[in-house]
């Protein structure tokens, strides 16, 4: 094709993809449901969107904890995904904001504010910001030129593998929070190693307050449980006041993590009355008032030293963890959303966060799924939940004085419990055992060296065993005064050595060298490295005064040959009529034919 005919073809896809009424909608998926949006649906987003805000409030603070970051942070991180995401998101279940894996990820890419290795470390925060901001622009890229389909070759197995890691590396990090003692966390490894060595310096109270908050945990989440089931058998005309009264409950579950942080923080308020402030390890002061609207610090020294690791791992994880819990939720609830403008979504979320000081967030699983079981009607719960958010930190950020560490400790180790895909390793175990190298080469990994290298090394071991079968195809022999060689899936450059190797030792390094029937009926197409080494191998047939020859050629694979003009490789159409030619022609080596095969292809 001409370059005379593709400009005008650019030219109508660029005017579609630019200008197209159907694109920008899709681009702003709220100029799609707002039209149809009715009244009645306002309680629903209303219940939903205070729901997932008072889970969201104690969740960020906690989160900014395992980010290494001040914890007003957690909570300037938590509302501006919300709003953004109402604009450019499809599902109407999904919530953005801090997560447990993204805080994770985070911690290990920032700028320690001292070098003290035996306290509590904290990270410079334009780093983090500035984290966001490139993330979100890498992903709004991705989005644009329909990149999304780049996670396609992380598996399922790898992002367990990553999931249960994180879950472990979080959990062990916040096991000294609920003892009391202090040391400065590394990897899963050298945190269990640090809990042994400073068992000693466990404050009693700050054990006993954590033990307690995560039995109260234990007890809400069970009560939700049960009343999500009754409220699952209630009709119509089942009686309102025990509707009501298992709603009830079901809220006081749903909002556990809000409970347990006011009572814990009622507890240590009433022993600082009483001087008895040294006894529970407490957060302290939170900034208050809203965080200031403000340009991410590009003068903020060796910007590329601290995060420049971070712009490959984090935009894609958490684009993964986004992804399949819109996808999962979509299933659910019957609608439909796609990649690339969830990858859009998602960048816009952290590129507009970066100016109210957010670190990169994702969808949450755990709020995403109080949202949907509140019933949220639309995105416009997030407005409330964001809202929320808002109003905590204009007039609740003095409160967050007394919430003690154990509590929030307590709410972590809690939520990524449930992240352990312990059920995996079964289920691998029934039906392709040779997938749990894949997680045990993520798993270990990951908690020796840290998530990101453990799921790059996942990624590896599992490509590896993605282009294995492309490196060492089967295949089956006919033999005969003939030999039929038929392999049973695609030819591409890793076969090169195999396929070459097969030739040799079937039929040409043999005692009586035989001629080839390649029978080409599983093989869709091939590349050059394959037609060169077919040249080559035809040339050698032809010098031991043999042929090969290609049956049941498919229409791209027969182009390629064409073009690639390898000599004395005849096509037939069967195998039938390929030993017919073959036998009654017996082939002559001709020199002007053998300095043929010398020309490049």
Same mark, same amino acid.
């Given at each position: 094709?001409?370059?005379?005919?593709?400009?005008?073809?650019?030219?109508?896809?660029?005017?579609?993809?630019?200008?197209?009424?159907?694109?920008?909608?899709?681009?702003?998926?709220?100029?799609?449901?707002?039209?149809?949006?009715?009244?009645?649906?306002?309680?629903?987003?209303?219940?939903?969107?205070?729901?997932?805000?008072?889970?969201?409030?104690?969740?960020?603070?906690?989160?900014?904890?395992?980010?290494?970051?001040?914890?007003?942070?957690?909570?300037?991180?938590?509302?501006?995904?919300?709003?953004?995401?109402?604009?450019?998101?499809?599902?109407?279940?999904?919530?953005?904001?801090?997560?447990?894996?993204?805080?994770?990820?985070?911690?290990?890419?920032?700028?320690? =504010?001292?070098?003290?290795?035996?306290?509590?470390?904290?990270?410079?925060?334009?780093?983090?910001?500035?984290?966001?901001?490139?993330?979100?622009?890498?992903?709004?890229?991705?989005?644009?030129?329909?990149?999304?389909?780049?996670?396609?070759?992380?598996?399922?197995?790898?992002?367990?593998?990553?999931?249960?890691?994180?879950?472990?590396?979080?959990?062990?990090?916040?096991?000294?929070?609920?003892?009391?003692?202090?040391?400065?966390?590394?990897?899963?490894?050298?945190?269990?190693?640090?809990?042994?060595?400073?068992?000693?310096?466990?404050?009693?109270?700050?054990?006993?307050?954590?033990?307690?908050?995560?039995?109260?945990?234990?007890?809400?989440?069970?009560?939700?449980?049960?009343?999500?089931?009754?409220?699952?058998?209630?009709?119509?005309?089942?009686?309102?006041?025990?509707?009501?009264?298992?709603?009830?409950?079901?809220?006081?579950?749903?909002?556990?993590?809000?409970?347990?942080?006011?009572?814990?923080?009622?507890?240590?308020?009433?022993?600082?009355?009483?001087?008895?402030?040294?006894?529970?390890?407490?957060?302290?002061?939170?900034?208050?008032?809203?965080?200031?609207?403000?340009?991410?610090?590009?003068?903020?020294?060796?910007?590329?030293?601290?995060?420049?690791?971070?712009?490959?791992?984090?935009?894609?994880?958490?684009?993964?963890?986004?992804?399949?819990?819109?996808?999962?939720?979509?299933?659910?609830?019957?609608?439909?959303?796609?990649?690339?403008?969830?990858?859009?979504? =998602?960048?816009?979320?952290?590129?507009?966060?970066?100016?109210?000081?957010?670190?990169?967030?994702?969808?949450?699983?755990?709020?995403?799924?109080?949202?949907?079981?509140?019933?949220?009607?639309?995105?416009?719960?997030?407005?409330?939940?964001?809202?929320?958010?808002?109003?905590?930190?204009?007039?609740?950020?003095?409160?967050?004085?007394?919430?003690?560490?154990?509590? =929030?400790?307590?709410?972590?180790?809690?939520?990524?419990?449930?992240?352990?895909?312990?059920?995996?390793?079964?289920?691998?175990?029934?039906?392709?055992?040779?997938?749990?190298?894949?997680?045990?080469?993520?798993?270990?990994?990951?908690?020796?060296?840290?998530?990101?290298?453990?799921?790059?090394?996942?990624?590896?071991?599992?490509?590896?065993?993605?282009?294995?079968?492309?490196?060492?195809?089967?295949?089956?022999?006919?033999?005969?005064?003939?030999?039929?060689?038929?392999?049973?899936?695609?030819?591409?450059?890793?076969?090169?050595?195999?396929?070459?190797?097969?030739?040799?030792?079937?039929?040409? =390094?043999?005692?009586?060298?035989?001629?080839?029937?390649?029978?080409?009926?599983?093989?869709?197409?091939?590349?050059?490295?394959?037609?060169?080494?077919?040249?080559?191998?035809?040339?050698?047939?032809?010098?031991?005064?043999?042929?090969?020859?290609?049956?049941?050629?498919?229409?791209?694979?027969?182009?390629?040959?064409?073009?690639?003009?390898?000599?004395?490789?005849?096509?037939?159409?069967?195998?039938?009529?390929?030993?017919?030619?073959?036998?009654?022609?017996?082939?002559?080596?001709?020199?002007?034919?053998?300095?043929?095969?010398?020309?490049?292809?």
């Amino acid at each position: 094709m001409s370059s005379d005919d593709l400009l005008p073809k650019f030219k109508k896809f660029a005017w579609e993809y630019c200008f197209s009424v159907d694109v920008w909608k899709d681009r702003l998926p709220f100029t799609r449901w707002l039209p149809k949006y009715r009244p009645q649906k306002i309680i629903n987003d209303v219940i939903a969107g205070l729901t997932v805000g008072l889970t969201v409030l104690p969740q960020a603070l906690a989160y900014a904890n395992i980010a290494r970051l001040p914890l007003v942070y957690g909570l300037y991180s938590a509302f501006m995904g919300s709003f953004m995401y109402c604009i450019f998101g499809m599902s109407k279940d999904i919530t953005v904001g801090p997560t447990a894996i993204m805080s994770l990820l985070v911690a290990d890419y920032g700028k320690p =504010l001292t070098d003290n290795a035996g306290e509590d470390v904290l990270n410079d925060p334009r780093y983090a910001v500035l984290l966001a901001f490139f993330c979100g622009l890498i992903q709004i890229g991705l989005g644009i030129l329909h990149l999304g389909f780049v996670t396609n070759y992380i598996s399922p197995v790898v992002i367990s593998g990553f999931t249960s890691a994180s879950a472990l590396t979080i959990g062990f990090g916040q096991v000294k929070n609920i003892l009391g003692i202090k040391f400065h966390n590394e990897v899963f490894t050298l945190d269990l190693i640090n809990i042994f060595r400073h068992i000693g310096e466990t404050k009693w109270a700050d054990c006993t307050l954590g033990i307690c908050c995560l039995l109260v945990l234990v007890v809400l989440r069970m009560l939700k449980n049960k009343s999500q089931k009754t409220l699952d058998q209630f009709n119509s005309s089942s009686p309102l006041k025990k509707r009501a009264v298992w709603k009830t409950f079901w809220i006081l579950g749903t909002a556990r993590n809000a409970l347990v942080v006011i009572a814990a923080s009622g507890v240590t308020y009433a022993l600082i009355q009483y001087d008895y402030d040294d006894y529970i390890t407490i957060t302290g002061n939170v900034t208050s008032g809203l965080p200031p609207l403000k340009v991410p610090d590009f003068q903020a020294p060796d910007i590329s030293k601290y995060i420049i690791g971070g712009l490959v791992s984090i935009p894609l994880i958490g684009f993964l963890e986004n992804i399949a819990i819109a996808k999962g939720f979509a299933r659910q609830n019957g609608y439909r959303v796609e990649s690339n403008q969830e990858l859009i979504a =998602l960048g816009f979320c952290n590129l507009a966060g970066s100016f109210v000081s957010s670190f990169p967030t994702t969808g949450s699983f755990s709020r995403s799924a109080i949202n949907s079981q509140s019933s949220v009607a639309s995105p416009l719960g997030g407005i409330i939940t964001g809202s929320l958010v808002l109003l905590a930190l204009a007039f609740l950020t003095p409160a967050f004085y007394y919430i003690p560490k154990a509590a =929030l400790a307590a709410v972590i180790l809690f939520s990524v419990f449930f992240m352990l895909d312990y059920e995996i390793i079964p289920h691998l175990w029934r039906i392709r055992k040779w997938e749990l190298l894949t997680l045990v080469a993520t798993f270990f990994p990951s908690l020796h060296l840290g998530v990101e290298y453990g799921t790059l090394i996942g990624i590896g071991v599992d490509l590896l065993m993605l282009l294995f079968p492309e490196a060492k195809p089967s295949y089956k022999v006919e033999r005969s005064e003939l030999l039929v060689i038929c392999f049973k899936q695609g030819l591409h450059y890793p076969a090169i050595d195999r396929l070459q190797t097969i030739l040799d030792e079937e039929a040409l =390094l043999v005692e009586e060298p035989k001629s080839v029937i390649l029978d080409m009926r599983n093989i869709n197409g091939i590349d050059f490295s394959i037609a060169e080494g077919l040249r080559e191998s035809a040339k050698a047939f032809m010098k031991a005064g043999q042929k090969v020859a290609v049956v049941n050629v498919r229409k791209s694979v027969k182009t390629i040959l064409d073009r690639a003009g390898v000599k004395n490789m005849p096509i037939y159409e069967t195998v039938e009529i390929a030993r017919d030619r073959m036998a009654a022609t017996n082939p002559e080596t001709d020199p002007a034919e053998l300095e043929a095969f010398d020309t490049p292809l």
